[in-house]
């Protein structure tokens, strides 16, 4: 099994900055891709950022001002949230499409879901 766990959440200020952290364990595994989507009340989720094999995208809300990142050797991915804006509050999932070795096929993983609320 593999498990997502993340962390970084918070309170922050209009014009703010937060880095989530998301690190993957369990069974071995490669990655395939990984990114954030985030819900807020009331609303879908929606896609923040991915990482597929080197490509990235944003979506336009965010681009500018979120940066996805991964530590390859940590099976760690983040994302640097700059700019922070009081509609970017929401709960923030990180996702993991992974290759586990156990049982020979692709699955995708999902983290527990951290808050972000931007509000002064």
């Known amino acids: 099994q593999v498990q997502l766990v993340e962390s970084g959440g918070g309170l922050v200020q209009p014009g703010g900055s937060l880095r989530l952290s998301c690190a993957a364990s369990g069974s071995a595994f490669s990655i395939n891709a990984m990114g954030w989507y985030r819900q807020a009340p009331g609303k879908q989720r929606e896609l923040v950022a991915t990482n597929r094999r080197g490509s990235i995208n944003y979506a336009d809300s965010v681009k500018g001002r979120f940066t996805i990142s991964r530590d390859t050797a940590k099976n760690t991915v983040y994302l640097q949230m700059n700019s922070l804006k009081p509609e970017d509050t929401a709960v923030y999932y990180c996702?993991?499409?992974?290759?586990?070795?156990?049982?020979?096929?692709?699955?995708?993983?999902w983290g527990q879901g951290t808050q972000v609320t931007v509000s002064s």
């Open positions: 996702n993991m499409d992974l290759w586990v070795l156990a049982v020979q096929r692709s699955s995708e993983y």
